[in-house]
């Protein structure tokens, strides 16, 4: 557990340097993000490269006893890059180049960029792969941000024909997986295909899903380059890279397979306001951010790092690029920080050290305020310092192990084949993901966010948000594992070509849960259908209560051949609405928060997982020996039958965005 914060020499007089390093040492600060945005100082003309005041910079930081992680600079190539190769600039669905004037303006297809990139990667590496101040490495910075995963240019459609004629061999058997005989759309040969995009009306869902796939493996690519020369110059030294909360445009796994250390941008404020969330939930916790949404993000990067993930940058105060940006409550800063902690961080790091006067993030709080004295957060960062110095002084994080006994299946081109077919509107993948998520934790359990490939031996729940491509070995993995399977609606509902499966959804989930999806419809977001509880064993001789409501989406669900599925709950015509079988739990629909809570915890039960009651502003996270529990709420909370000596930090009275901190009963 330590500290950073991201820090850009470039924007301040040298003569400020010392200072900052000093400062940033006493606050209890251990390593040192730069670079990232720094092309046009380190090379302000073409070829020729200004090292001396980087060379200092990172000396100055070595000196004080810091940590740098260095960045590669690609993020923002400079004009004179631009203006040699304007094919670099990413095309639009427009047809239009995105210009020039921000940041992220490149195409990952352009060769210009990617042998400009290696270049500008190669130099970088090998002047400070051996510094030894020099300690971590970051690609990049935040990959696909501002929409630009997604290029139109003719770079990008050259290198996605190649793409499909790894993937399909003959343009026949693409043919026959795309089903183009649908509206005359059959092609002759792979350079007949171009993007997906300007079409008359909606453009074939298999030709634009793979176009996305074809997106995402180009990031992969790009990244990959960026390490294999950093640990050609570098060997040793972990890379990361930053990516970005709730960020789906390209897939998060492959890219982590090749990094060390997988990063996340934490800045839960800003999000509250940018996401699906009702404006009576962002009214709600507009100063704290929603109580699951860091931690989803935390556990979804814990999945994929192969060393303890980190927050890059953590918000700590106002941001500048919500609709509205309200500053965070006393006490926030230190919270998200922790519960980083409580769920793996390695690292912490703030952004920024100082608030910058100028260009478009002058509204975006550091730790120290534009005139340099120490701002809330600054202060709050402080606090986690000397906190993370009383958990080491107790010894109480020697087994820092997280051991979920829940996992959660969550997978990238869920989101783009829901996206490309929605069928309903507001059908949101990653939004049903977190609502599940967050149900398991307002019951205090640990989860586990895993890729749909993952190992799931050991796990005694197992959840499923919709998703409708799975895996061949995927039913009979589920099967195994000897957990209960908790499967959302659309689950197994079409082929990796977009096709409906010829037996009907659940396709090959059906030979573990024998049922047949022969209807769906969706519904619009002022209409909901009662949903009751079944108290019996079967529909027939169930008593029922109401219990809650079902929104977005109904599967119309049978029984397989000779099967009789046990119906939990039904809608109020008789249709089924939650099914199960053996240890599979089929939802046919999205249900509301409380009643989705509900039936995680009747089911969590079935597996002997401990639960707490259910709380909205209460949560629990294991790491090791400790427990920490996290208030969100207006007033103190209590914590009962937990000795006085037990505590770390804090106590059993646990203050309005407080944190406590135990160890656990063995």
Not at 198 to 204: K, P
Not at 489 to 517: E, F, H, M, W
Not at 581 to 596: E, I, P, V
Request: with cysteine; glycine share 6%.
């Amino acid at each position: 557990m330590r500290l950073g914060v991201c820090y850009y020499p470039e924007h301040w007089p040298e003569s400020m340097w010392e200072d900052d390093a000093r400062r940033m040492k006493a606050l209890g600060i251990e390593q040192v993000r730069i670079a990232e945005f720094a092309w046009s100082r380190i090379e302000p003309t073409p070829g020729e490269y200004d090292w001396a005041w980087l060379d200092r910079a990172v000396d100055v930081l070595g000196a004080a006893g810091l940590q740098v992680v260095m960045c590669t600079p690609t993020a923002t190539p400079p004009k004179w890059l631009i203006d040699r190769h304007p094919d670099i600039l990413p095309i639009g669905a427009d047809g239009r180049p995105r210009a020039f004037g921000s940041r992220r303006h490149y195409d990952f297809s352009s060769p210009s960029y990617f042998a400009a990139s290696q270049k500008i990667c190669t130099a970088i590496a090998a002047r400070y792969g051996q510094h030894p101040a020099v300690a971590y490495w970051q690609t990049d910075n935040e990959f696909g941000c501002h929409h630009t995963v997604v290029s139109y240019s003719p770079a990008a459609v050259g290198r996605f024909r190649e793409w499909l004629k790894a993937r399909y061999q003959t343009v026949d058997a693409l043919n026959e997986a795309w089903g183009t005989v649908f509206w005359s759309m059959e092609y002759r040969s792979f350079d007949e295909i171009d993007a997906p995009v300007a079409t008359v009306t909606e453009a074939h869902p298999s030709h634009r899903l793979d176009y996305r796939r074809f997106a995402s493996d180009e990031v992969a690519r790009y990244n990959r380059m960026q390490v294999e020369i950093i640990r050609a110059h570098s060997p040793g030294r972990p890379v990361a890279h930053n990516f970005m909360q709730l960020f789906t445009e390209f897939d998060h796994y492959k890219v982590a397979a090749d990094l060390d250390v997988a990063a996340w941008d934490s800045y839960p404020l800003g999000a509250l306001e940018e996401q699906w969330f009702a404006p009576e939930i962002k009214a709600r916790w507009l100063r704290t951010g929603h109580p699951d949404f860091a931690s989803f993000n935390h556990d979804v990067y814990r999945g994929m790092s192969k060393l303890p993930f980190w927050v890059m940058e953590q918000q700590p105060g106002p941001v500048n690029w919500a609709l509205w940006n309200p500053a965070p409550l006393p006490g926030m800063v230190r919270l998200w920080s922790w519960e980083a902690f409580a769920h793996g961080a390695g690292c912490v790091s703030y952004f920024r050290w100082r608030q910058a006067p100028f260009a478009q993030e002058q509204m975006h709080a550091g730790l120290n305020t534009p005139d340099n004295r120490l701002d809330a957060g600054g202060r709050e960062a402080s606090q986690v310092a000397d906190d993370i110095r009383a958990v080491l002084a107790a010894n109480a994080d020697a087994d820092a192990s997280i051991r979920s006994k829940v996992a959660l299946v969550y997978d990238y081109e869920a989101k783009w084949l829901f996206e490309i077919h929605p069928q309903g509107a507001d059908f949101h993948y990653p939004r049903f993901a977190f609502e599940y998520y967050s149900a398991l934790r307002t019951l205090g359990l640990d989860v586990d966010v895993v890729p749909v490939d993952a190992p799931l031996d050991g796990y005694r729940l197992i959840v499923v948000p919709p998703l409708p491509v799975v895996p061949a070995d995927f039913a009979a993995r589920l099967a195994a594992s000897g957990a209960q399977v908790v499967l959302g609606p659309r689950t197994g509902s079409k082929t990796a070509d977009v096709q409906i499966p010829a037996n009907l959804p659940p396709g090959a989930l059906a030979s573990v849960l024998p049922l047949r999806v022969w209807r769906v419809e969706s519904m619009r977001p002022n209409v909901t259908e009662a949903v009751w509880l079944a108290d019996g064993s079967s529909a027939g001789e169930a008593t029922a209560s109401a219990a809650g409501v079902a929104r977005h989406w109904r599967d119309f669900i049978e029984s397989g051949t000779d099967v009789v599925l046990d119906v939990q709950a039904h809608f109020a015509d008789g249709h089924p609405a939650y099914v199960r079988s053996g240890a599979f739990h089929y939802f046919a629909s999205l249900f509301d928060d409380a009643f989705t809570v509900q039936l995680f915890e009747r089911i969590a039960a079935q597996t002997g997982l401990d639960t707490m009651p259910a709380s909205e502003t209460v949560r629990v996270s294991r790491r090791g020996a400790l427990t920490y529990t996290f208030n969100y709420g207006d007033t103190p909370h209590t914590l009962a039958g937990v000795a006085d000596d037990a505590f770390v930090i804090g106590s059993r009275s646990i203050a309005p965005q407080g944190v406590a901190v135990y160890r656990s009963k063995v």
